[in-house]
């Protein structure tokens, strides 16, 4: 009887964690659009204001959109690198 609670407790903390991780990533780097759990803003707001929200830019774009080619297929894997290195490169400047 206890491998079933074993089991739940694991999925348990594996949920607190990622809910923790989104909290600290809404404190860090919170954007405009972007999907915020409930449980992760009460969570981020638990240590003061939180930031606003700010607006991608062109940058965040182009790699938002090299994504979502890659797994649509339309760009092959190495294209990809290329392309996320342009965007490392055009984010050092």
């Given at each position: 009887?206890?491998?079933?609670?074993i089991v739940a407790l694991v999925?348990?903390?594996?949920?607190a964690?990622?809910?923790?991780?989104h909290a600290r990533l809404i404190r860090r780097d919170r954007r405009r659009g972007a999907y915020e759990p409930r449980a992760a803003l009460w969570l981020a707001s638990r240590f003061g204001p939180l930031?606003?929200?700010r607006s991608?830019?062109?940058?965040?774009?182009?790699?938002?959109?090299?994504?979502?080619?890659?797994?649509?297929g339309e760009l092959?894997?190495?294209?990809?690198?290329?392309?996320?290195?342009?965007?490392?490169a055009r984010a050092a400047r």
């Open positions: 009887m206890p491998a079933p609670l999925i348990a903390f594996a949920y964690g990622l809910i923790a991780a930031p606003q929200p991608p830019d062109a940058l965040d774009r182009l790699e938002a959109e090299a994504i979502e080619r890659l797994l649509r092959a894997p190495a294209a990809y690198r290329a392309t996320m290195a342009d965007v490392a």
